[in-house]
Structure formats: C-alpha cells, structure tokens
C-alpha cells in the first residue's frame, strides 16, 4: 500500500492555516493571549503573516494537484 504522504502534510497545513485564520480574523485574541502566554509573546498574531501562510499552502496544493 502506497501513503500519499503529500497529500497528508498538504491536508495538515490547510488545516492550520484556517484555523490560524479563523483565530486571527475573528478576534479572538484575549483568549489567544491568555491560553497560550508563552507562545503569544513569541508570536503574535498578525493578518497579513496568517494570510499570507493560507496562500502560500494553497499555492503548494497546486502545485501538488496540478
């Protein structure tokens, strides 16, 4: 049996980014700022990087399925 290993990481980014998408456009930024302190201070939360990460997995899934 052959894994379609592209398919699976380019399934597991898409993923991510909505969900970074949904997080960053919704406005749920207290609940990101008091959930994940540590990561917050190292990341934060930005429109232009989150939709600039869903292009580009759109543009590998492209390419993948192209």
Same mark, same amino acid.
């Given at each position: /049996?052959?894994i379609? *290993?592209?398919? +699976?990481?380019? &399934? #597991?980014?898409?993923?991510?980014?909505?969900? &970074?998408? =949904?997080?960053v *456009?919704?406005?749920?930024?207290? *609940?990101? %700022?008091?959930?994940?302190?540590? +990561?917050?201070? #190292?990341?934060? /939360? &930005? %429109?232009g *990087?989150t939709? =600039?990460?869903? &292009? #580009?997995? #759109?543009?590998?899934?492209? =390419?993948?399925?192209?």
């Amino acid at each position: /049996m052959n894994i379609p *290993w592209l398919e +699976i990481i380019f &399934a #597991l980014l898409f993923i991510d980014s909505i969900g &970074a998408n =949904l997080v960053v *456009w919704l406005g749920s930024e207290k *609940w990101y %700022k008091k959930e994940f302190r540590t +990561i917050s201070r #190292l990341f934060p /939360m &930005a %429109k232009g *990087w989150t939709g =600039l990460y869903l &292009a #580009l997995v #759109l543009f590998i899934g492209y =390419l993948i399925y192209a």
